[in-house]
T-cell receptor, first 111, second 114 residues
Framework: KQEVTQIPAALSVPEGENLVLNCSFT??????LQWFRQDPGKGLTSLLL?????REQTSGRLNASLDKSSGRSTLYIAASQPGDSATYLC??????????FGKGTKLSVKP | DTAVSQTPKYLVTQMGNDKSIKCEQN?????MYWYKQDSKKFLKIMFS???????INETVPNRFSPKSPDKAHLNLHINSLELGDSAVYFC?????????????FGPGTRLTVL
């Protein structure tokens, strides 16, 4: 059974810092891995999707890496801004076609 | 243009009632999902539908029944509501190709059972 762990659970940084969010998963038999953002009281916004054959994906200030064999993914956020404050969720896609979510990292970026 | 929409956004009801949540996607996707986010913010898959067939059913009580009238809609019916059903329910959709593509989520329906 796939289990997803995200570290840290919460993170508070001053504006402008570069930061790394970590995700680990126990079953490496995944099709892909998605990183999502969830704002309070809102739905999920897909940030990046990395296919199992890829090592990383970039979108603007975001860079996600995937090491499938070791069951790890990281989300790198460059030059953080207050608008980046949200909960970030990691979700590998398993063989049954369903996403398995971690509990998320709650990020707060202070002006 | 709303890609995945859900109605209602909020639903407050009494224990024992039957309620439905509707979901529609205009992305042309052929797979739709229902997820539940509990009070601890933990998101978990409930169902998915591909071409009108249920392909996942994670140990969800049979009081919950997904109904898909067509490829663009997946509604969630809940019978005999219980206090523990209070949660936020998210609908999502994706294509079913290989490799699988991004899942797009609706805004969620916050269900409160009193």
């Amino acid at each position: 059974k796939q289990e997803v762990t995200q570290i840290p659970a919460a993170l508070s940084v001053p504006e402008g810092e570069n930061l790394v969010l970590n995700c680990s998963f126990t079953d490496s038999a995944i099709y892909n891995l998605q990183w999502f953002r969830q704002d309070p009281g809102k739905g999920l916004t897909s940030l990046l999707l990395i296919q199992s054959s890829q090592r990383e994906q970039t979108s603007g200030r975001l860079n996600a890496s995937l090491d499938k064999s070791s069951g790890r993914s990281t989300l790198y956020i460059a030059a953080s801004q207050p608008g980046d404050s949200a909960t970030y969720l990691c979700a590998p896609l398993g063989s049954q076609g369903n996403l398995i979510f971690g509990k998320g990292t709650k990020l707060s970026v202070k002006p | 243009d709303t890609a995945v929409s859900q109605t209602p956004k909020y639903l407050v009801t009494q224990m024992g009632n039957d309620k439905s949540i509707k979901c529609e996607q205009n992305l042309g996707h052929d797979t739709m999902y229902w997820y539940k986010q509990d009070s601890k913010k933990f998101l978990k898959i409930m169902f998915s539908y591909n071409n009108k067939e249920l392909i996942i059913n994670e140990t969800v009580p049979n009081r919950f029944s997904p109904k898909s009238p067509d490829k663009a809609h997946l509604n969630l019916h809940i019978n005999s509501l219980e206090l523990g059903d209070s949660a936020v329910y998210f609908c999502a959709s994706s294509t079913s190709g290989r490799p699988p593509d991004t899942q797009y989520f609706g805004p969620g329906t916050r269900l409160t059972v009193l």
